[in-house]
């Protein structure tokens, strides 16, 4: 573990539970939920300690092992609290192991996150001193300033030529909210629509309800006025070069949710069916490309390409022998030429805008878009995708199959 040295980790775990520790004996019942309650709560940080937050997982009340078994297929159920989506933004967590006498425990790190206020399943939880509470309004706003003065991260600065009318009211109350806020507290909210705006990071603050960069790529009604990149160029090549001739083309634009249906039906519209009825006693149909594997890679260019001092699209080249996905805006963090790909290592550029299409179902599991295309391309009989990373863009090829 890096953020705690073993003495540190050895002291909280026989320390009184508190606002920076959790215990649990195992994984049983619903210490799973239990558990990524905690890590919402420790990921908001509301006492602001500024400090990483712990999980113990094979341990009693007392913090003595209670001689669970901790094993790879345990340890990879903790990591899944941050990859399967159900914690939006995903926070920073470790999870790692700690030596005890003769036994060992798991040991989960989470560290205070840039963007909050941090939901599970559409709440937001936090600590008060040894448990855990849903978040009031007042504490939400308290979240919200937080974020003003710590968040380095280009999707959460405001826009300052546009105003909250460039934002879609009607997407985000029919819409969004829905998805993001769970049920019973969306009927019992009484806060204003900037209230709202605000504790979805959609505008940088209630006192100052101007977009944020996020808040206009999910919601505006006009991004490329302020985003002039913020859209995917389509072209389909008869041949296998750029001066052959084109026989399709579109810029396919709009907020989230628009740009990315466009995006699909024109995959759909260029992958043909073909059909067997002489291979086998029932027909058998395959697309060119595995449908799959195209949506996964194009959502994560949308999502992990740069916004940032460029005004370059995306470009999905659609050639007679393979297709080419080229976005703006090479590896980030923790994600190096080295991981990139790798499942379970990630890390975002942009994490609002991560949590608003986990929100709104365009992305199930971070981290898993590649494998996921990687796993699809294999089952219907073509090479890998093919990846060239560099500081600047991020080159993937699909070919057909042989």
């Not at 849903?134 to 030529?161: C, G, M, W, Y």
């Not at 546009?162 to 019992?188: G, Q």
């Not at 295309?373 to 060239?388: D, V």
Request: proline share 9%; with cysteine.
């Amino acid at each position: 573990m890096t953020s705690y040295r073993p003495e540190q980790l050895e002291t909280m775990r026989t320390a009184l539970e508190s606002d920076l520790v959790e215990r649990k004996e195992s994984l049983r019942g619903d210490a799973s939920s239990k558990i990524r309650e905690a890590v919402c709560a420790f990921a908001n940080d509301l006492p602001d300690h500024r400090q990483p937050g712990v999980v113990f997982v094979g341990v009693r009340d007392d913090g003595s092992p209670c001689g669970l078994s901790i094993t790879n297929e345990l340890l990879r159920a903790l990591s899944d609290v941050k990859t399967d989506g159900n914690i939006v933004p995903p926070p920073t967590v470790e999870v790692g192991t700690l030596d005890v006498e003769d036994d060992k425990v798991a040991v989960l790190v989470v560290h205070p996150s840039d963007t909050p206020p941090v939901r599970y399943r559409g709440r937001v939880w936090i600590r008060v001193g040894p448990r855990r509470a849903i978040a009031t309004a007042q504490d939400e706003r308290v979240l919200n300033e937080k974020r003003r003065h710590r968040d380095p991260h280009f999707d959460s600065q405001p826009v300052p030529s546009a105003t909250i009318a460039d934002l879609s009211r009607r997407r985000f109350e029919e819409e969004y909210l829905p998805l993001a806020v769970d049920p019973e507290l969306l009927a019992a909210n009484d806060r204003s629509y900037e209230e709202r705006l605000a504790a979805a990071k959609m505008v940088a603050s209630v006192a100052a309800p101007v977009p944020t960069i996020a808040g206009i790529l999910v919601l505006g009604t006009r991004p490329r006025d302020f985003l002039p990149g913020s859209y995917l160029q389509f072209l389909r090549i008869s041949g296998r070069d750029l001066g052959d001739p084109v026989v399709d083309t579109a810029e396919c634009d709009g907020p989230m949710t628009d740009l990315i249906r466009r995006v699909d039906e024109k995959i759909a519209s260029h992958n043909r069916t073909a059909v067997d009825l002489t291979s086998g006693p029932r027909e058998s149909r395959s697309t060119t490309y595995p449908r799959t594997a195209l949506e996964q890679l194009v959502r994560n260019a949308v999502l992990h390409r740069t916004y940032e001092n460029t005004n370059a699209p995306i470009r999905l080249y659609w050639f007679d022998d393979r297709v080419e996905i080229h976005s703006p805006g090479g590896p980030y963090g923790l994600v190096t030429v080295e991981t990139f790909g790798r499942p379970g290592v990630l890390d975002y550029r942009n994490p609002i805008l991560a949590e608003a299409m986990r929100v709104l179902g365009l992305v199930q599991r971070f981290g898993f878009g590649i494998p996921i295309a990687r796993r699809e391309m294999e089952l219907a009989g073509h090479p890998p995708p093919e990846f060239q990373v560099d500081p600047n863009w991020v080159h993937c090829t699909l070919r057909a199959r042989p």
